[in-house]
């Protein structure tokens, strides 16, 4: 007999898998420059605003328990925030607020999936997804975003895929289709047709579709968000958000899924996520007011997210530009989120596999990365575009003069 | 096909089920006293050390990421105060931060339990070990606290229920033995000749046992606490705890599990818990500089803690004279934590069942707690007894009336 399940496995995280040679490098006294975590309050601070309403709840006394499903006020911010951004009329039953999307992806897999179901995700996939679709027994149906059209979705290609599900009697084994949007790990904004597009299929074939939009205000270089919520009217749908990335407040855990729609489907799984929420009490709470004043103080929120977004798009295109310098990446310049996914050349490189790629570089260079197969995507690198451009010049540099002295040519 | 899955109904608390109800009432203008959850932030205030190094970390700009498992810092603290309490040498991997003790039990659950899989559980339980426990599909055996001693162990008859297990070739697939100490919902702290019993047991058949015991410095009218640490050292075993209890801090979330040896076993689950964190990536951060505080400032706390179990004590001890004054309970007086779990005769009440009581009585007299059975226990109640003297007086009052009225004699 095994000590641990079967399932736990599928419990693992690739992003942070290397923290560990990180720490012993440092402890040797080398220095190590990470660029594996999304991290954006590790370099831009938290608004003033939101530390100072963390703070006014504390002294007000906020520190016990909240209602498990968040705090009616916050459900009340939230709401505001669709209306007001979107046009959408939500109720307190519709909103979940959970410790991340992590949380909510832990408690919408544990509800929806039954061994022997599936989901339909895209790859490149942000790995939790595929973690909690597992721990779960589910089985993943991979369809892709398309690298050779921006990472966007092929249509017709989805269209296929769906209608070959449904001809060998699989597509009542789907429990839903999850999207990202802007996407993890690889900055795409979709295109509001192809959203549209992936919105009517998912309704031709009865899909419950998932978009996670945790980086919904984070998009520059010209390209525009479209949610899901505003196009999916109707159908079952369900929007994974939260404060860690718009609010730059990725140490609260703070996430949310919205459920806007009451058919059978949306009411029972969000009755049930309430259930699930209930199990685990509460959730921090102090730093759930401290979220109602950052998405209710609009005027606050929308003078720093400009700035705050036109220095990543600064940092991003930076970090892109050096890249393209490297004769053995390829890139696709990203328009959203703060994460490039450059292809790798690894065979010129000599290297196996992307990870033995991304360990070899830590260890000599002090750079840290994450491998593009924990994506799904082998081949591939992930990169965080966050840090100051003296930071980012210097990774870049070291990883790109890695690659010439490895070239095999 | 259903849509949600089969596991889902074991999402379940009925802590706070009736929390609707509750709400309904003071929308129509009801006063209602809610003694259903076990917080004591909402009546003490958390130390102001402690909040004040809350807002400092928030001050000094942690608000982004923390490492998975906990700061490194927050290890160094709990293993110190493992060391003063218990004398014990914990290593940075035999420490593992989780958002409360719920995600503990999460984790452990999902990391060891398979379908088939059994783990002992003593009732009356804490709701979510069950719910946890079964979300994995995980099946129960239900050993039991003896109510006519006080709720503690009665060793004779765990003694036979193990060597039955093993005779009918059940124990291996045991997973866990879980106890907990000072217990929740009966506030019986075990006695050291128990606890030493049951760790011998544990060991003689091979049992991984897990204590809870977070509420391990909330025990009075003169009973002595010991935890299974000081008693379980060689054989394999892992404690549960956090800050929500000794700390009064239940809204930060934050618990933590020590696994102190490096048997096959404990060394398997304590890796494996890393991989649960990284997959949910980060804790809240700020909370954590806040424990490390409010762990490590032993003279602020012990100061605070002397006066903040006095005051439960007091208010304990009150609230069970009143509950004495009522014939239809039978109640254990409590020595730890802040429950009581009293019987109640409900044929002579005319209930059906303690749901139906629980339900009742909120409905007639806004007195707000919890059925037995959610415990594992029918025909009893939970009382949370940590409001203010006129609260208990009021609510308690209102609750033995309501037993008069109803009483068919």
Chains 1, 2 share one sequence.
Not at 288 to 311: D, G, M
Request: hydrophobic share 40%; aromatic share 10%; charged share 25%.
């Amino acid at each position: 007999m095994t000590f641990l399940s079967e399932r736990s496995k599928h419990a693992q995280n690739a992003i942070e898998v290397e923290d560990i040679v990180a720490e012993e490098l440092v402890k040797e006294g080398r220095k190590v420059v990470s660029l594996n975590r999304g991290d954006p309050a590790k370099y831009l601070p938290t608004p003033k605003y939101i530390v100072d309403s963390y703070k006014k709840a504390l002294d007000d006394g906020k520190t016990g328990y909240s209602k498990a499903e968040g705090l009616n006020e916050l459900a009340v911010a939230i709401a505001g925030r669709y209306k007001r951004m979107h046009g959408l009329n939500l109720k307190r039953e519709d909103i979940i607020c959970t410790a991340g999307v992590s949380e909510a992806l832990e408690f919408m897999n544990s509800a929806m999936v039954s061994s022997g179901d599936s989901a339909i995700l895209f790859k490149p996939y942000y790995p939790p997804y595929m973690s909690h679709l597992r721990l779960n027994d589910g089985n993943v149906v991979l369809e892709r975003y398309n690298e050779s059209d921006g990472w966007n979705v092929h249509i017709d290609e989805l269209r296929h895929s769906l209608s070959y599900l449904k001809k060998s009697n699989r597509l009542k084994k789907v429990k839903y289709m999850l999207m990202t949007n802007p996407n993890n790990p690889t900055g795409t904004v979709l295109r509001r047709k192809v959203l549209e597009e992936i919105v009517d299929l998912a309704n031709e074939y009865g899909l419950f579709l998932i978009s996670d939009e945790i980086y919904d205000e984070i998009v520059y270089n010209g390209a525009r968000f479209t949610s899901v919520s505003e196009l999916a009217e109707g159908m079952p749908h369900a929007i994974l958000n939260g404060l860690a990335k718009d609010y730059d407040a990725t140490g609260f855990r703070l996430g949310y899924m919205i459920v806007p729609e009451d058919d059978k489907r949306s009411l029972e799984l969000k009755k049930k996520m309430v259930d699930y929420a209930r199990v685990r009490i509460s959730l921090n709470t102090p730093s759930q007011w401290a979220a109602v004043e950052a998405i209710n103080n609009v005027k606050e929120h929308n003078r720093w997210v400009k700035s705050y977004v036109k220095e990543i798009e600064k940092r991003m295109n930076y970090a892109v530009d050096l890249l393209e310098e490297n004769p053995y990446l390829q890139v696709v310049r990203p328009n959203g989120a703060y994460y490039i996914f450059p292809k790798i050349d690894l065979k010129l490189l000599g290297f196996k596999s992307d990870m033995q790629f991304v360990d070899t570089l830590l260890r000599k260079t002090g750079v840290q990365i994450v491998w593009g197969s924990a994506f799904g995507e082998p081949s591939h690198l992930r990169l965080v575009g966050l840090a100051p451009k003296e930071i980012l010049e210097y990774a870049l540099n070291r990883l790109n003069n890695f690659c010439r002295k490895n070239a095999r040519n």
